[in-house]
């Protein structure tokens, strides 16, 4: 028999199947590698993008050459453009306004080769460092409310090219699934007046069915409403509102469990497609200080389809405390 789980953070029902469980090797994974003709994240390429805004790249070479070790650059085609007014406007009972905003795209490394789980701890942590430097960047900008960073790995995943990178996207808007999440915090904290998310961190801990791994800064396990097969859930062990108050400590204690994790799912699940994103308190509005920021990362196992879009009800085949099994065991 199929059973309901609350998700405590989103107030989101999941249905776990605990009647016919599935394993890694139930699951078919797509080929992810997306290949073109000439790959403009190379190495040597670096005319094919639009001009960088920032790389890490020794004392002396130049913009937009070689050299680089990361580099961020405008996404060529772009979701939102910072180039205009918001203009919200009204025609009748419908708003709207200009699609302002910055989308860019973070080039985690210059080997076309590796993804994030192959590159070195000290590339992961000059990643990171991108991460939190484009982010308050991007926050200086007052007309942004929430800036979204999100990583896209194989086709069906939304990955449009198969050199490694990430995104970054700022909005003059907070989203309503984050509002949605900023909602439960709250009110949980008014309740009981404790953070939700610390409250998780110190259950997983003591109850160690669903842990995957863990350092002395962070704790990796799948949810206990996983919406989908070997999600999994990284939070910061010490209460952060914002994912920008990283400390450099944490930066290598953050880049050595997103490796780890990465690694163990490439291994069971045999190199699947996948999203994380790392979510965030809002800038240049309200700030929920008893938010906590954390990681949520999820391979593409399953498709959504008319029973999910119909009722918001996600069906998970693999219980969190089966995967995380699996997780844990891999070599």
Known sequence: MGEFRLDPITARWVIISNEKSLGPKDYKVENPDIRG???????????????????????????DTPGWITRTVPNKYPILENESNLDKAGRGIFDMMNGVGQHEVIIES??????LADLSI?????VINVYKKRSIELSRDERFKYVLIFKNYGLSAGASLEHSHTQLISLPIVPKRVMEEFKCVQDY??????????????????YRHREVFDNKDFIAFCPFASRSPFEISIIPRKHKAYFTDITDSEIESFAKILKDTLTRIKK??????????????????????????????????????????????????????LASRYLREVK
């Open 37 to 63: 003709e000439v790959c403009p994240f190379c190495e040597g390429n670096e005319k094919l993008t639009p001009p960088e805004v920032d790389a890490d790249r020794p004392t002396g070479t130049e913009p």
């Open 110 to 115: 210059p080997d076309h080769n590796k993804q």
């Open 122 to 126: 000290e590339q992961i942590i000059k």
């Open 189 to 206: 904290y008014a309740y009981k007046e404790r953070c939700i998310l610390c409250d998780i961190v110190r259950q997983e801990d003591e």
């Open 268 to 321: 069971v699940l045999g190199n699947p497609p996948y999203n994380f994103i790392i979510h965030n308190n809002s800038v240049n509005g309200e700030n929920i200080e008893c938010y906590h920021w954390h990681v949520e990362l999820m391979p593409k196992l399953s498709k959504i389809a008319g029973f999910e879009w119909g009722t918001g009800f996600y069906i998970n085949p693999t219980p969190p405390e």
